[in-house]
């Protein structure tokens, strides 16, 4: 476990609330890598989800957002992009943590559960980042610490963050505390994950018999015939919709000069960077050691710097910060207020190339080397100028059209008004295509409210206002198309691949028992494989679960089978999703009742845990149901798009 991992308390990366996000960074360093594009934003007070009555803002929103995003970089470092983080749909994640998160807070309030303030205040006093050798760090370096963060945190967003988590502890411990882990279950299921297989592996997959099928149109149309209920398309609906443009509204929106600069200046930090360093360094730890022995090492290892020896490489030898100890000790760039105290001051009376003498922090010793150091400076208003006003005449036209929407509301009670107010706006009611319920609406997108509103709608009922990426939509259903099976010719494509896919199964599977008795007799499996024109393919010892050669990948009819063989056995043929496989056991590897004594209390824990977690987002599940539900997506939209990694 690396030091940071230590500092972190919990491996997982999404939590239940910001405090424990905040605790992964808070402690050491923080890379100032969230940078904001010329993108809209959202005002902080506009709804991103009301949960049964209680508003999560795009400001709490941004602010977990960040965080997190900077909890994962921590994590994988500069691995992580924003286009990895759209594929990861971690927004989404998040929101979706923040709504589960309200959920809870609201079936706690309706136990009874509260946490006073003498339990927070206990709380915050036992967080190690707080501590400096025991102690509480003081107020005033608690509210620097918070300040620090990016965005800053005021002590009241920090503690209220804090008490969430800690009712949500209160209601999970009250929830599931009663829960035990039988015996018997224990040493089953360690074993089911933790037993061994090393395997050859024969795959027959699929695509390897597609060029040896053909089908013609009668296969294509027998096909179709006996499966027709595998190509039934679901309920359709087709909407017009008069469509508030947020984007035409900006543009009609002039931003005073005056409003320009003060928002500039109530909010200078967002464009200020400040001095920072670029330093390396080596770690030797004291935590749970002599102290004068590990500074006898580090005197060592400094002797070995101050005579020449390339410092990355001692890093990646001694270093006992694992976190930056295979990048050669490298920090990359931190500004004040990142580090400890101690380390902080000597990087920053530091030059470039500089190496210093042992520094003692809480974590142990330190030799650092500063490699580049970038003074402070701030953006002029001239270069933010652009940013600025787009993101307010976007905040301006949003409150516009919002208000525009709910006047309307009072004025639309039928399909016939949506043409009557389009006229007077000089807009168009526009119609949309059919769309399923889970589809994204023709003309507007992925907006799920919208799809949702349209599947309740009766006929000639016309909508409250509703939020959409690009702006309130008033909608009313134009058309309703009942389920039915496609003719042919709408899903021929289809319907051919998936005879296609079939077939070639087939053969695969007619191959694998016409081989099976020869790989089996063999006295050399692989030779046979090969001699049948297949290569056999040999695994690490595996446990279930393991991902197998081929792009088998995970699959659990294998598992069952080759757990189950005896070392030198060979499987009849099996079938798996994509294809059909024959397996060799080379070697097993069983829990030994001592490896099982050794980790039992802990695997006691780690699987109770599991359990517990299971029945609590069973209930909260439950809970949650109870509760409407509304999502603005296009707020949260708004807000990642100001955020690039």
Known sequence: MTMLDRMRRHKNILKWSLAVVV?????????????????????????????????????????????????????????????????????????????????????????????????????????????????????????????????????????????????????????????????????REYAQRNDKVKLQVVALTADRFRDKVTVNDADIAAHFQSHSAEYRRGEQRKIKYLLLDREQARQQVAVPPTDVQRYYNDNIQQYQTPEQVRASHILLETAGKSDADVRKRAEEVLKQVKSGADFAELAKKTSEDKGSAANGGDLDYFGRGRMVPEFEQAAFSMQPGQISDLVKSQFGYHIIKVVDKKAGATRSLDEVRPQIQQQLAMELADQRITQQARDLEKRINDPGDLDTIAKELGATVQESGLFQREDPVPGLGVTPQVSQEAFTLTDKQVSKAIASSRGPVFITVSEKKDPYVPKLDEVKDRVREDLIRQRAAELSSQRASAIATSLKSAPNFAAAAKAQGFEARDTELIARNAALPDNIGVSPEVDKVAFALPVNAVSDPIKTSDGTVIVRVIEKDPVTPEEFRKAKEAFRAELLNERRGRFFNAYMAKAKDKLTIEVNSDVVQRVVALYQL
């Not at 795009?58 to 900077?70: D, K, L, W």
């Not at 309200?102 to 706690?108: G, K, P, R, T, W």
């Not at 005021?154 to 411990?173: C, H, N, P, W, Y």
């Open 23 to 187: 605790l992964t960074f808070i402690l050491l360093y923080i890379p100032d890598f969230v940078t904001p594009t010329t993108g809209t934003g959202a005002a902080p007070g506009e709804v991103v989800a009301d949960v049964g009555g209680h508003e999560v803002t795009a400001g709490e929103f941004q602010q977990r957002y960040i965080s997190q995003i900077q909890a994962y970089r921590n994590q994988l470092g500069g691995s992580i992009n924003t286009s990895l983080l759209r594929q990861l749909g971690v927004d989404q994640q998040i929101l979706n943590q923040m709504i589960e998160e309200q959920v809870a807070l609201i079936e706690a309030d309706r136990n009874g559960i509260r946490v006073t303030d003498d339990e927070l205040a206990q709380q915050i006093m036992s967080i190690p980042g707080l501590q400096e050798n025991g102690q509480f760090i003081g107020e005033a370096r608690y509210q620097q610490l918070l300040q620090s963060q990016n965005p800053p945190m005021t002590t009241s967003q920090f503690e209220e963050g804090l008490r969430r988590s800690l009712i949500v502890d209160k209601l999970r411990a009250a929830l599931t505390d009663w829960m035990a882990v039988p015996e018997s279950d224990l040493e």
